[in-house]
């Protein structure tokens, strides 16, 4: 089994500029990009045959019964899904704890990539 977890990257940035700014229409613009980007990427996995176990706020989980991942092809597709208005980091594992662990370790390594748990050592995907 595999796992893919994925999370928007620096959305929580975007979010506290439009408190701090007192922006109502930047918020509610900013909801509708993430709820839109979110449910494209959660659509592209189901059509790559993985079930989406969770779509919401700015991230997607979804697992598929069979290997087929193809790091590289899937970081592109998701990019070229979500275009340049977001960046999304992407993490893979065969357990939903590795995805998570490679999903941070994405993070923490710079961000809008994927890593994949068992090789987390070697660079992450960009």
Same mark, same amino acid.
């Given at each position: 089994?595999?796992?893919?977890? $994925?999370? /928007?990257?620096?959305? /929580?940035?975007?979010?506290?500029?439009? =408190?701090? %700014?007192?922006? +109502?229409?930047?918020?509610?613009?900013?909801?509708?990009? +993430?709820?839109?980007?979110?449910?494209? $990427? %959660?659509? &592209? !996995?189901?059509?790559?045959? =993985?079930?989406? !176990?969770?779509?919401?706020?700015?991230?997607?989980?979804?697992? #598929?019964?069979?290997? $087929?991942?193809?790091?590289?092809? !899937? =970081?592109?597709? $998701?990019?070229?899904? +979500?275009?340049?208005?977001?960046?999304? #980091?992407? /993490?893979? /594992?065969?357990?939903?704890?590795?995805? =998570? +662990?490679?999903?941070?370790?994405?993070? %923490?390594?710079?961000?809008?990539? &994927?890593?994949?748990?068992? %090789?987390?050592?070697?660079?992450?995907?960009?």
């Amino acid at each position: 089994m595999t796992f893919v977890t $994925i999370d /928007g990257d620096d959305i /929580g940035r975007r979010l506290a500029a439009c =408190y701090l %700014s007192n922006d +109502v229409t930047a918020l509610e613009t900013t909801r509708e990009l +993430v709820d839109l980007k979110t449910q494209q $990427i %959660s659509d &592209l !996995l189901t059509e790559l045959g =993985y079930n989406v !176990l969770f779509c919401a706020a700015d991230g997607v989980t979804a697992h #598929s019964k069979a290997e $087929i991942i193809d790091d590289m092809r !899937l =970081y592109q597709r $998701i990019e070229n899904t +979500v275009g340049l208005e977001l960046a999304f #980091s992407v /993490g893979v /594992g065969k357990t939903l704890r590795e995805a =998570y +662990v490679a999903l941070l370790f994405a993070k %923490s390594t710079g961000k809008a990539r &994927l890593c994949n748990f068992k %090789s987390m050592e070697s660079e992450c995907l960009e």
